[in-house]
């Protein structure tokens, strides 16, 4: 990415409680816009107050868990600095903003934008009821939210421009489940393996082929809906100038990044670094085995890896 600067990055993520699923389900593009909006509201009020800069950040928005159940989430990825007065002022370099801050700020900051769309009738109802979501549900549904601590929590903090560029290369385009997590599918039935966080293993899931369809296609984004986004001083409209300010004041020149052109290059690539011995992501003892598979942007190219082992 070209708007990458040589300084240190936090990854801060923002859920929203289940209680709320419904409404996301039944009003997806609007509650999605909803959800990213208010995010980065929420950071850039927070960089003003406790910083007094300008941030910048990138939201990637997730709307699924390892089990693919529907949990909708916003990654952020932001600088750790800002602007002010276009003097570039650097945040702590382990440390951004206490959690805590984001989490009741942005809890506000939702709620109140939802008692408004309830006010407007602009919501539908869950469970098809043709009556749009009223201002009267949204008061017992507001009381239940605001006795909640909404979870947002911060992930380690990246430690340059490079690791960033590797997280975005490897996450903002996924979907909902990796193929390599498929292990079965037989007997009307689909197995695949998810991670418990609570305790750091691996396990093994198997689905009536129906109930995977039907947990895979919940996280089909509304046509055309733009689910990363660019905010602060990252915003389209001031980009191109406020990095050129971050730039002059940190003394620092355009991140290159190589181009990559056609598929045949990227295929090129892959055989080339393939060749090498590659260490088993899950195990970290294993080794990817090279085996070929037809590409199918290119007749006359194969290439491919084989899965991760299983964990």
Same mark, same amino acid.
């Given at each position: ?20 699923? @419904? ?23 927070? &960089? ?36 002010? @007065? @276009?003097?570039?002022?650097? #945040? ?38 043709? *009556? ?9 549904? &507001? ?32 979907? &909902? ?8 599918? #037989? !007997? ?10 609570? *305790? !750091? ?22 046509? !055309? ?38 598929? #045949? ?6 055989? *080339? ?25 290119? @007749? ?5 890896? &084989? ?5």
């Amino acid at each position: 990415m070209q708007d990458l600067l040589p300084v240190s990055y936090f990854h801060v993520v923002f859920t929203v409680p289940r209680e709320l699923n @419904n409404l996301f389900l039944w009003n997806r593009r609007k509650m999605y816009s909803l959800l990213l909006k208010m995010v980065s509201r929420t950071i850039i009020d927070s &960089a003003d107050r406790n910083l007094g800069i300008q941030p910048g950040m990138l939201e990637v928005l997730h709307t699924w868990g390892q089990k693919l159940d529907f949990h909708p989430h916003v990654h952020c990825i932001v600088y750790g600095g800002g602007l002010s @007065n @276009n003097k570039w002022i650097s #945040s702590k370099k382990d440390f951004y903003i206490h959690v805590k801050k984001f989490s009741r700020l942005f809890r506000g900051k939702f709620l109140a934008a939802l008692k408004k769309m309830s006010k407007s009738g602009g919501l539908r109802n869950p469970e098809k009821d043709p *009556t749009p979501f009223s201002f009267e549900q949204f008061i017992p549904l &507001a009381k239940e939210m605001y006795k909640k601590e909404w979870v947002v929590y911060s992930k380690k903090p990246f430690g340059g421009p490079e690791q960033v560029l590797k997280y975005l290369s490897r996450y903002t385009h996924r979907v &909902a489940i990796s193929n390599y997590r498929l292990k079965d599918i #037989s !007997g009307g039935n689909i197995t695949f393996t998810w991670k418990d966080y609570r *305790t !750091g293993k691996r396990k093994v899931m198997k689905l009536p082929a129906r109930e995977f369809m039907r947990r895979f296609l919940l996280h089909v984004l509304p046509r !055309g809906f733009v689910k990363i986004r660019c905010c602060g001083f990252l915003n389209n409209r001031i980009k191109k100038v406020q990095l050129a300010v971050c730039r002059k004041e940190l003394g620092a020149c355009q991140i290159q990044t190589a181009p990559v052109t056609i598929a #045949s290059d990227i295929l090129e690539n892959a055989k *080339t670094n393939f060749t090498n011995r590659q260490t088993c992501p899950i195990c970290k003892t294993g080794v990817l085995i090279m085996i070929k598979i037809k590409a199918f942007y290119e @007749n006359n190219i194969e290439v491919g890896c &084989a899965p991760p082992c299983p964990a």
